[in-house]
């Protein structure tokens, strides 16, 4: 059985490699689109904003914001600011070299001390939208948590039936600026680190052709069936189940080293770092492992040639939309990033991000790596029964 | 019969749903020989040779190739055995010697062995100048050549052909019939499937005729044709008087019929070959002139027809 598994894989292989589509797949087309993409997206997946502030207050409250809200741990990574005048902020924003200013009137600390209304004007160039959506959510977010802060204030003085002290108020605005900053959704996704457009733009599209790259192993049983060869090969004495191993094998190699010179070609041409080497590598054989499962599982539904390659293409595209391989993960819609979870790529592209985010090992790609092998292997089990079945018919 | 059988099957069946595709067929092949099974198509010719070669799982009886029983040894069995199926079961991407090589190499050869045998193979089919091209750019005719050099390059005990020339030109035919009559000499035993007729004649040792399923003559062609009691047709052209030309062959020894035609007088007689001189000194005397003779021997057609009741090609 080994030696016929060798001698199938080999010759699959040749077949393969004779095939220019076949190598365009597997190794160029992966490379190309992933740069196209990646200089689409501006070369770079997290959210990067310069900002101007102009502090014409500077008391407590306003400090509470420029130096709490903007300075914050998940901020201070994305955002630039430049502390300039109210005057320098607007001409900033105006010739673009600032994405949005804030503004903060003076009395700002003294208003929200008396309770009145905490203004802060946000200025937006209208260059980069989100970075202008984002300064305005900070500042509402800001003002709401003033709000908040100044009615529990209230509250707990209108009990004690005493007007407030000095001391008192500058409290409310260090509690306002302790309020956690709306920064969540870019510090969750990308652990506080950026995620350049090469390392993630290069998996992603590796795993999306990895699937046409492999679907070939199990198509090719049809092949063989409709030209006679697979009748000839059990006639051999070669066992079904040798000829099946042979094939997955082929897939295998071809889909591995494809993912492989993927991470080559885009560590080397636009210095990626896909993160640590073992981790890397052992997700990309899982991850190679459900390709091979799921495509193989998908052709054996079909009769002929022409329904295997229908079959493969719509589960390849619609898998690839919910798993993110076209768009960044983070700037999917919520319900859209859980419906990634439902696919192997999804969770193939969450473990190699996160090995650039994190800058872990082995244990940063436990569960992608288990979920992925876990799919190989179901869908694998189910697409080896079917092929013997279809093998032996 | 030459020898132990290379070939000894028994009682093959199988059932598709509600027909009975193969019913009870058995016979033997010896080394050397070439056993032709003859039939039209759907008679069950291509399900025989597929439970031979283990292809298809029986419903009953018994195969053995060289000693191993299919039931008991199938790896043995299949090693023992050259198939070449019905239509071209080759890597049309690869070139030829790539696909001898490998086809080589799913029977256990390798190394030295394997090369010297995949440059005699291409040799014997003629096809060494085109090894290096693709198979999917040969003609038609060379992709049967090299369809059945694969299931030869391994020296088999068994060579089983499933109508190997369905479909080719006649000059392709004749180098693939020249190559199968070859392989009798190599000790071979040959095992070859057809609905053509003159094939059969010219390539076979025995024939079996096969018909819905069942083999229902087998033997040589001479034992086929006088176990059916066919007679010899002569067409004799001649001038003169036909009516007495006519009496006179009716009352030769071995003439059954005699009828004057246009032109001539036909006759339906036991060995017309022996009875051509007398026939002929017949027609002398009784003042006619002979101009033309044409002897027509009972063939594997008129047996078929025989037997029943049809053409093989209906």
Same mark, same amino acid.
């Given at each position: 059985?080994v030696?016929?598994?060798?001698?199938?894989?080999?010759?699959?292989l040749?077949?393969?490699?004779?095939?220019r589509s076949a190598?365009?797949?597997a190794?160029v087309?992966?490379?190309?689109?992933?740069?196209?993409?990646?200089?689409?997206?501006g070369?770079?997946s997290?959210f990067?904003?310069t900002?101007a502030?102009a502090d014409?207050?500077?008391?407590?409250v306003?400090a509470?914001?420029t130096?709490?809200?903007l300075a914050s741990? %998940?901020l201070r990574?994305l955002v630039?600011?430049r502390r300039v005048?109210?005057?320098a902020?607007?001409?900033?924003?105006?010739?673009g070299e600032a994405d /949005?200013a804030?503004?903060?009137p003076a009395?700002f600390?003294a208003?929200v001390q008396q309770g009145?209304?905490?203004?802060?004007t946000? #200025?937006e *160039?209208?260059e980069n939208?989100?970075a202008g959506?984002?300064?305005?959510?900070l500042?509402?977010?800001?003002?709401?948590?003033?709000a908040?802060?100044? #009615?529990?204030?209230r509250?707990?003085?209108? /009990? *004690?039936?005493q007007?407030?002290t000095?001391?008192e108020?500058?409290?409310?605005g260090?509690?306002?600026?302790a309020?956690?900053?709306?920064?969540?959704l870019?510090?969750g996704?990308?652990?506080g680190?950026?995620?350049e457009a090469a390392?993630?733009f290069?998996?992603?599209?590796a795993?999306?052709?990895?699937?046409?790259t492999v679907?070939?192993g199990a198509?090719s049983i049809l092949?063989?069936?409709r030209?006679g060869?697979?009748?000839r090969l059990?006639?051999?004495a070669?066992?079904p189940g040798?000829v099946?191993?042979?094939k997955?094998?082929?897939?295998?190699?071809?889909?591995?080293?494809?993912v492989l010179v993927?991470w #080559?070609?885009t560590?080397?041409?636009f %210095?990626a770092d896909?993160g640590?080497p073992?981790?890397?590598?052992?997700l990309t054989?899982?991850s190679? #492992?459900?390709a091979?499962g799921?495509?193989?599982?998908v052709?054996?539904?079909?009769?002929?040639?022409?329904?295997a390659e229908?079959?493969?293409?719509?589960v390849?595209?619609?898998?690839a939309l919910?798993g993110?391989?076209?768009v960044?993960l /983070?700037q999917?819609?919520?319900?859209?990033q859980?419906?990634s979870?439902l696919?192997?790529?999804?969770?193939?592209?969450?473990?190699?991000?996160d090995l650039v985010?994190?800058?872990?090992?082995?244990?940063?790609?436990?569960?992608?790596?288990?979920?992925t092998?876990t799919v190989?292997?179901v869908?694998?089990g189910?697409?080896?029964?079917?092929?013997?079945?279809?093998?032996?018919a | 019969m030459?020898g132990?059988?290379v070939?000894w099957c028994?009682?093959?069946r199988?059932r598709f749903?509600?027909?009975?595709a193969?019913d009870?067929?058995g016979?033997?092949?010896a080394?050397?020989?070439?056993y032709g099974?003859?039939?039209?198509?759907g008679?069950?010719k291509?399900?025989t040779?597929?439970?031979i070669?283990?292809?298809?799982?029986r419903?009953?009886?018994?195969v053995t190739?060289?000693g +191993?029983?299919?039931?008991?040894?199938?790896?043995?069995?299949k090693?023992?055995?050259? &198939?070449?199926?019905q239509?071209?079961a080759?890597?049309?991407?690869l070139?030829g010697?790539?696909n001898?090589?490998f086809?080589?190499r799913?029977y256990?050869?390798?190394g030295?062995?394997l090369?010297?045998r995949v440059e005699?193979?291409?040799e014997?089919?003629g096809?060494?100048?085109?090894?290096?091209?693709?198979?999917?750019d040969?003609?038609g005719?060379?992709?049967?050549r090299l369809n059945?050099?694969?299931?030869?390059l391994?020296r088999?005990?068994?060579?089983?052909?499933?109508?190997?020339?369905?479909?080719?030109?006649?000059?392709s035919?004749n180098?693939?019939l020249s190559n199968v009559?070859a392989l009798?000499?190599q000790?071979i035993?040959?095992?070859y499937t057809?609905h &053509?007729?003159?094939?059969?004649e010219?390539?076979c040792d025995r024939?079996g005729?096969?018909?819905?399923?069942r083999?229902?003559?087998?033997?040589t062609?001479?034992?086929?044709?006088?176990?059916?009691?066919?007679r010899?047709r002569?067409?004799?052209?001649?001038?003169?008087d036909l009516a007495a030309?006519?009496a006179a062959? +009716?009352?030769l020894?071995?003439?059954?019929e005699?009828?004057v035609?246009?032109?001539g007088?036909?006759?339906v007689a036991?060995?017309?070959?022996?009875?051509?001189p007398?026939l002929?000194?017949?027609?002398?005397h009784?003042?006619a002139?002979?101009?033309s003779v044409?002897l027509?021997?009972?063939d594997l057609?008129a047996v078929?027809l025989?037997?029943?009741g049809k053409?093989?090609?209906?």
């Amino acid at each position: 059985m080994v030696r016929t598994a060798l001698l199938v894989a080999g010759k699959d292989l040749r077949q393969r490699l004779r095939d220019r589509s076949a190598l365009v797949i597997a190794f160029v087309a992966p490379f190309v689109l992933a740069a196209i993409i990646g200089l689409a997206f501006g070369g770079d997946s997290a959210f990067r904003a310069t900002y101007a502030v102009a502090d014409a207050d500077r008391g407590p409250v306003a400090a509470g914001f420029t130096d709490g809200v903007l300075a914050s741990p %998940g901020l201070r990574d994305l955002v630039t600011v430049r502390r300039v005048d109210t005057g320098a902020a607007r001409a900033l924003v105006e010739r673009g070299e600032a994405d /949005a200013a804030f503004l903060l009137p003076a009395g700002f600390t003294a208003s929200v001390q008396q309770g009145g209304a905490a203004t802060i004007t946000v #200025l937006e *160039s209208g260059e980069n939208p989100i970075a202008g959506q984002v300064a305005r959510s900070l500042a509402e977010a800001y003002a709401a948590e003033l709000a908040a802060t100044q #009615l529990a204030v209230r509250t707990a003085l209108d /009990a *004690s039936g005493q007007p407030p002290t000095k001391t008192e108020a500058r409290r409310l605005g260090e509690r306002a600026a302790a309020g956690r900053a709306p920064v969540q959704l870019v510090e969750g996704q990308t652990g506080g680190r950026t995620i350049e457009a090469a390392n993630y733009f290069g998996p992603s599209m590796a795993i999306f052709f990895l699937f046409f790259t492999v679907s070939f192993g199990a198509r090719s049983i049809l092949a063989e069936r409709r030209q006679g060869t697979l009748r000839r090969l059990l006639a051999s004495a070669a066992s079904p189940g040798g000829v099946l191993a042979g094939k997955a094998l082929a897939a295998f190699t071809l889909g591995t080293a494809s993912v492989l010179v993927m991470w #080559l070609a885009t560590t080397l041409v636009f %210095g990626a770092d896909w993160g640590d080497p073992v981790a890397v590598v052992t997700l990309t054989v899982s991850s190679v #492992l459900s390709a091979i499962g799921i495509t193989a599982l998908v052709v054996t539904l079909a009769r002929t040639d022409e329904q295997a390659e229908g079959y493969s293409s719509l589960v390849v595209f619609t898998l690839a939309l919910l798993g993110g391989n076209f768009v960044y993960l /983070a700037q999917l819609p919520e319900l859209l990033q859980r419906l990634s979870l439902l696919t192997p790529n999804g969770w193939a592209l969450r473990g190699f991000v996160d090995l650039v985010a994190d800058g872990g090992g082995l244990s940063t790609v436990a569960a992608p790596v288990a979920v992925t092998l876990t799919v190989g292997l179901v869908t694998g089990g189910l697409a080896l029964y079917r092929a013997r079945r279809m093998v032996m018919a | 019969m030459n020898g132990s059988p290379v070939l000894w099957c028994k009682d093959l069946r199988k059932r598709f749903k509600e027909r009975l595709a193969v019913d009870g067929v058995g016979f033997e092949v010896a080394p050397g020989e070439t056993y032709g099974l003859l039939g039209p198509n759907g008679a069950g010719k291509t399900t025989t040779i597929s439970m031979i070669c283990g292809l298809l799982r029986r419903d009953g009886g018994e195969v053995t190739v060289a000693g +191993a029983s299919l039931g008991h040894d199938p790896g043995q069995v299949k090693a023992a055995i050259g &198939y070449v199926p019905q239509d071209v079961a080759l890597y049309p991407d690869l070139s030829g010697l790539e696909n001898l090589r490998f086809w080589g190499r799913m029977y256990g050869l390798a190394g030295r062995d394997l090369a010297e045998r995949v440059e005699a193979t291409l040799e014997v089919v003629g096809l060494t100048e085109r090894a290096g091209d693709k198979v999917g750019d040969y003609s038609g005719g060379m992709q049967r050549r090299l369809n059945i050099a694969a299931g030869m390059l391994h020296r088999p005990r068994l060579l089983v052909l499933d109508e190997p020339t369905a479909g080719v030109d006649p000059q392709s035919r004749n180098a693939i019939l020249s190559n199968v009559e070859a392989l009798g000499g190599q000790g071979i035993a040959v095992l070859y499937t057809t609905h &053509y007729m003159e094939e059969a004649e010219r390539l076979c040792d025995r024939v079996g005729i096969i018909d819905q399923g069942r083999l229902i003559a087998e033997g040589t062609r001479r034992e086929l044709v006088a176990r059916v009691g066919e007679r010899d047709r002569i067409e004799l052209a001649a001038t003169g008087d036909l009516a007495a030309l006519a009496a006179a062959a +009716a009352r030769l020894e071995g003439v059954d019929e005699a009828s004057v035609v246009a032109g001539g007088v036909r006759l339906v007689a036991r060995d017309g070959r022996r009875l051509l001189p007398r026939l002929l000194e017949a027609a002398e005397h009784a003042g006619a002139e002979v101009t033309s003779v044409e002897l027509a021997e009972p063939d594997l057609e008129a047996v078929f027809l025989h037997l029943t009741g049809k053409a093989l090609r209906d």
